[in-house]
């Protein structure tokens, strides 16, 4: 019997169903590298290729990093790789304001990378709205930490709905904590799409959507595994073995995710890459550097 594997990565999905890296109807891939990091671009052409993958229509960016950056000019050269990527998806328009919103729960720490990204973000809507001759060269950029619905009452769809209502964006972006299939790509992978993203899709608790379908601007997804679902890790390490019975570690109001022990630390990290490669990508005449400086 064929068990669902949870996953959020489409370089994963793939792998899954080529396993010895054969073309697949509908799907082309491309490896490349980004200021020294491996870059895979996973391009599902037609429903066929969604209905392999089990992903939308799109194109999806995977950057590696060979280990958690922990030096300042390590940091600094995967936030120019996240800009570099995120520029180079077609849907991201070259003017015009921006909304980014943080998904996830502050109070959980393997949840949190979304709102952490959105502390590191160079936000500038309420600058050029305010200084017009100061400021006015800037792309009006504007944030939003969504919560949960556990804390806010709100979907978080609701509410980037509303918002996005309100300040009519040229396009969204959404930063969300990711699953991933395999323990070594947790917190060493950054996913970048222009599909748009199911907020808590790959740990079974799918929310609405947030794509140009519900809101009516493009929504490109910025995310990074900091789980890994435990009878997905299970079936990896043991594939083929005998007796093991996913269903243990998915009964009803009892699912089990494993993190690593450091993800505090972890997506600290991530958060600055990701908040100082967002910015430098939609401010293109700041480097992360400058960024920064602007954000520290």
Same mark, same amino acid.
């Given at each position: ?90 849907? %991201?328009?070259?003017? $015009?304001? =921006?909304?980014?919103? !943080?998904? /996830? &729960?502050?109070?959980?720490?393997? #949840? *949190? ?78 996913? %970048?799409?222009?599909? $748009?993203? =199911?907020?808590?899709? !790959?740990? /079974? &608790?799918?929310?609405?959507?947030? #794509? *140009? ?84």
């Amino acid at each position: 019997m064929m068990i669902a594997r949870k996953l959020d990565l489409a370089l994963e999905a793939r792998d899954l169903a080529a396993p010895d890296g054969a073309a697949l109807d509908g799907v082309r891939v491309r490896e490349d590298t980004l200021h020294g990091l491996p870059l895979t671009r996973v391009e599902i052409l037609d429903e066929d290729g969604a209905r392999t993958l089990g992903k939308p229509v799109g194109t999806y960016l995977t950057l590696d990093l060979d280990d958690l950056p922990r030096e300042r000019a390590d940091v600094l050269r995967a936030a120019r790789a996240v800009a570099a990527a995120l520029r180079s998806l077609a849907a %991201l328009p070259e003017d $015009g304001p =921006v909304l980014v919103a !943080g998904l /996830g &729960n502050r109070a959980v720490t393997p #949840d *949190r990378l979304g709102p952490q990204t959105v502390d590191h973000l160079l936000v500038t809507r309420h600058l050029v709205a305010q200084l017009p001759d100061e400021f006015g060269a800037l792309r009006p950029v504007a944030a939003l930490a969504a919560g949960v619905t556990g804390t806010t009452g709100m979907e978080s769809g609701e509410l980037i709905g509303a918002v996005t209502e309100r300040l009519a964006p040229a396009c969204l972006i959404a930063v969300d904590a990711l699953a991933a299939r395999r323990q070594e790509r947790v917190c060493r992978t950054i996913q %970048l799409s222009d599909t $748009g993203i =199911v907020p808590g899709s !790959g740990v /079974g &608790n799918a929310r609405m959507a947030l #794509d *140009r379908a519900h809101l009516g601007v493009p929504v490109l997804a910025v995310g990074v595994p900091t789980v890994v679902d435990a009878a997905t890790l299970c079936l990896d390490l043991l594939d083929g073995a005998e007796g093991f019975d996913p269903a243990v570690f998915r009964r009803e109001g009892a699912e089990w995710f494993v993190t690593p022990r450091s993800i505090d630390t972890e997506t600290e990290v991530l958060a600055k890459i990701l908040g100082w490669g967002i910015s430098a990508a939609l401010h293109v005449d700041f480097s992360v550097e400058e960024v920064e400086k602007w954000t520290s």
